[in-house]
């Protein structure tokens, strides 16, 4: 009797031991199935929170385009205006220019209206060459304070950069070889700038 019982005794403490190893085998398998749910929520959030970042970015990204293409057009707008108001500066300055110049240049023309009327009634004419000589010379004196000066040339060494021979010549003497004998046409600087070149005749 006593070993029947010991025997159902050990067949139920085996019943049990496998009882609990199936139980605890179970509880583990539902333990890892949660943290692989909890694993699989929490790369969802990541994934999510990664979308939700890029989104942004993007969004970022237009906002600052935008306000660089806002910028450009309006650096294109007063660069435009820019120009225009340039180019309207430079016109009323070469008008304003011109109009100094023909202003300062009436007096001249005044000054030959006189002589002309004066010539028909003159007798003494000493007096219209003095007249005559008077006009240029305050013409004279008129271009020279704007700036234009005339270019030497008789007796001068031949230079191509200011002088523009016309012919040339057997020189009269030894020193006037390679040289300017004779101007023809008369050249001026304007300033430091050539604006007319002397035409001359060279001595060989």
Do not use: W
């Not at 005794?9 to 085998?25: F, P, V």
């Not at 939700?52 to 600052?64: F, G, H, N, R």
């Not at 030497?152 to 200011?162: G, L, M, R």
């Amino acid at each position: 009797m006593t070993k029947d019982k010991n025997k159902s005794n050990k067949e139920e403490l085996k019943d049990k031991d496998i009882e609990t190893t199936e139980n605890q085998i179970v509880e583990e398998t539902c333990k890892k199935e949660e943290s692989k749910i909890e694993e699989n929520k929490d790369t969802k959030k990541t994934k999510k929170s990664s979308k939700e970042k890029k989104a942004d970015e993007l969004a970022e990204l237009t906002i600052q385009l935008q306000e660089i293409s806002d910028k450009y057009v309006r650096l294109s707008a007063e660069f435009d205006n820019y120009r225009k108001r340039t180019l309207k500066e430079k016109m009323e300055l070469t008008k304003s220019g011109g109009e100094k110049i023909l202003i300062n240049i009436l007096p001249v023309m005044d000054n030959f209206e006189r002589a002309l009327q004066s010539i028909d009634a003159a007798k003494d004419i000493d007096a219209i060459k003095d007249g005559v000589h008077l006009i240029y010379g305050n013409f004279k004196e008129f271009v020279t304070q704007n700036g234009i000066k005339e270019i030497e040339a008789v007796n001068q060494a031949f230079d191509t950069d200011i002088h523009e021979a016309i012919t040339k010549i057997p020189a009269p003497t030894k020193e006037l070889k390679g040289k300017v004998v004779d101007c023809v046409e008369k050249g001026y600087f304007l300033h430091d700038k050539v604006i007319r070149f002397a035409k001359v005749v060279v001595g060989e």
